[in-house]
Each structure stands twice: as structure tokens, then as C-alpha cells.
């Protein structure tokens, strides 16, 4: 087994292991936050680099869901440019693995005194860790290749955050965990018989786009990543709507089209996806589609079950068959998957 194969097999445990920890009374000190900025509900502003990035979408969706302003920024785009955004009405989200990427450095040093820093990293001894005024640790373990079970778990604390700022029961959360850790325990039983079909549809594309809305964004923007660090695939995540504006002319058969079409509740959206899924198939793309909604056979669209999720957390199922998948690509390739040749661990270029 491959160290990215280990990593990829332990983030049921890790998932249940903060889902235990921050189900817990206390585990996110709303007092402290409370303290931190002037008006309460705040505005909050979740902001990281790669995964660290796409973990934030859903606790964005589900705050923006309740009337709380909720935005996300890129932690280099901050930094440089929309930094006076923040003030004492603002509760500011920092996401990174390791605490201490350039980016996270240099926000930190032009962090303004009085805006409240709320931390969630994998390493508590972290430049990121000693700066901030709440800390809420990842809990994932030695994450030695890409961002896994870092990812994961960075979903989960996040949304026990957004519960908490918000004001509402973890209780469904903390429910709607358990689900997506016993999902995932389902597929790595059965990873050759659940992924090897997947992998033969996709074959060897020149090119792929993963799409979706909402917090599902999160599971492109993910697997986009997994995609390209793994299995050196030219990949990129837009949104779908996006894609229906100009992009959809470059549909083509060489290329894989990928789209996570969801029920959402009070939304008409998963069945937006469902009908660019049929569109592109009617111009000869070729779809992988992740639903959990019933869909006719159409040749070229290769359909993946997958079970509903609550509150959006359907990434946390999805992105482990791109892992799965872009791991069995990379092996085909004749790739060690999940090594990096260009970039570490930890950016400390900018």
C-alpha cells in the first residue's frame, strides 16, 4: 500500500475523531468568539490557499443560507489586495495545514490588531497557531502527501464553526458525519469494483473540467486539485453556470467532463446539472456524473451513485473517488502518486 493510499484510507477514523472532539461541550468557545468582534452575528471571512481554500465553501453556503455575510478569499488576494475589508465587526477564518505557508506569513504580519483571528491548522506549534485568538486544530494526523485527510477534516471543523457561530444544535451536523464517514468506509471496501469502471471511461483525457454549484464547488475545486497533484492532469473546476457562458463551445470527446449534480433543498439546481450532464452528452462530451437523483442510460455519461448528504457535505464523499481515481490514473501513467516534483509540502515562495 502507498503512503497516499494509507492517507487516503484513514480519513473515516480522522473524520470521526473531530466529529467527536468538536461534538463535545466547549470545543468551540462561542464566549471568546463573541469577545472578538463588535456586532455579532459577524461578518466572516474564511480565507486559505488550495484545499485550505475549497474546505471553507460549505460553512460559507450554509452561513449565507441563515442571512450571515459569509465571504471567501484567497489568502495571496487578501494580503494584497482587499486587506481593508477587515475591521472589528469581522471574524477572520484562517485555514492552513501547516500554519506556516508564505501567504499565511504575510497576512499575519499585516493583520491589523484589532480583528478577531480564528485559526483552524494541523500544527498547534504553528506561527498560525500562536497568533491567533481561538484555535481550533484540524486534528488529521501526519499528512505526508496532498491534502487528504487535512481536507476532510478541515470540512468538518469549519462547519461545527459555522454551527457555532450561528447559533444552531450541532446535533444534525454532527449526524449528517457519521453518515459521510460510514459512505466512505463503503467505498474503500470496494475501491477496485467501484472505481476501476471509472477509471476506464476516463481513459486519457487532454483535458478535464469539473463542475457543480453551490457547496458542491467544493468537490470540483478538490478534485481539480487531486487531478493535477496526483495524476499531472490538465484539469480545472468552473462553475457550471459559468461553463454555459462560452466554455461549453470547447466540448469535445477527447476531453471528461465531470459533474457533481446534487439534490439540494429549496434549490432547482441539481437539476440545472442534471440538464448540462444531458447537453453535453447531445454534443458528444463525455460526462462523469456524481448524483444522487434518478438519470436515464446515455451512452458517454457514466453515472456515480452516490448517497444524499446533509448541509452540503457531499465533498467529503465525492472528492475520495477522485482521490481513488486520480491515484489509479497516476499508476497508469507510470507516476508515483501523490509525490510532488515542483512544489512542497509547504509554499514558502510566493
Not at 314 to 329: N, W
Request: charged share 20%; hydrophobic share 45%; aromatic share 6%.
Amino acid at each position: 500500500m502507498t503512503q497516499l493510499l494509507e492517507e487516503i484510507a484513514q480519513q473515516p477514523a480522522a473524520l470521526a475523531g473531530v466529529r467527536k472532539y468538536y461534538a463535545s461541550l466547549g470545543a468551540i468557545p462561542l464566549k471568546t468568539l463573541r469577545r472578538l468582534v463588535t456586532h455579532w452575528p459577524p461578518s466572516v471571512v474564511f480565507t486559505g490557499m488550495g484545499s485550505s481554500l475549497f474546505a471553507s465553501y460549505p460553512a460559507r453556503v450554509f452561513l449565507t443560507s441563515l442571512g450571515i455575510r459569509a465571504f471567501v478569499f484567497e489568502t495571496a488576494e487578501l494580503v494584497h489586495h482587499h486587506l481593508k475589508i477587515l475591521g472589528p465587526d469581522t471574524l477572520l477564518v484562517v485555514v492552513s495545514q501547516s500554519g506556516e505557508t508564505v501567504e499565511v506569513v504575510r497576512l499575519l504580519e499585516r493583520l491589523p490588531p484589532k480583528v478577531g483571528l480564528v485559526a483552524v491548522t494541523n500544527v498547534e506549534a504553528s506561527p498560525l497557531a500562536r497568533r491567533a485568538n481561538v484555535l481550533l486544530p484540524m486534528m488529521a494526523g501526519r499528512q505526508a502527501t496532498v491534502s487528504t485527510k487535512t481536507y476532510t477534516c478541515s470540512v468538518a471543523v469549519l462547519m461545527y464553526l459555522a454551527f457555532a457561530i450561528a447559533r444552531k444544535s450541532d446535533r444534525p451536523l454532527t449526524q449528517a458525519l457519521t453518515r459521510a464517514a460510514e459512505a466512505q468506509e463503503e467505498i474503500l471496501e470496494r475501491p477496485d469494483e467501484l472505481i476501476q469502471p471509472t477509471v476506464e471511461f476516463f481513459n486519457h483525457p487532454t483535458y478535464v473540467a469539473l463542475m457543480s454549484r453551490g457547496a458542491d464547488m467544493a468537490s470540483a475545486e478538490q478534485g481539480a486539485l487531486m487531478l493535477k497533484e496526483i495524476a499531472r492532469l490538465g484539469a480545472e473546476a468552473i462553475s457550471a453556470a459559468q461553463f454555459r457562458h462560452g466554455p461549453i463551445e470547447i466540448v469535445n470527446p477527447a476531453h471528461r467532463y465531470v459533474i457533481f449534480a446534487r439534490q439540494t433543498p429549496r434549490s432547482r439546481t441539481g437539476k440545472l446539472l442534471l440538464g448540462l450532464a444531458r447537453d453535453i452528452h447531445e454534443h458528444g462530451g463525455r460526462v462523469v456524473l456524481f448524483t444522487d437523483m434518478p438519470f436515464e442510460n446515455l451512452n458517454n455519461v457514466h453515472v456515480i451513485r452516490v448517497k444524499p448528504m446533509r448541509l452540503g457535505l457531499g465533498t467529503l464523499v465525492d472528492t475520495l473517488y477522485i482521490q481513488l481515481l486520480a491515484r489509479e490514473l497516476a499508476l497508469r501513467a507510470g507516476l508515483e502518486p501523490g509525490k510532488f516534483w515542483i512544489a512542497e509540502g509547504v509554499t514558502r515562495k510566493e
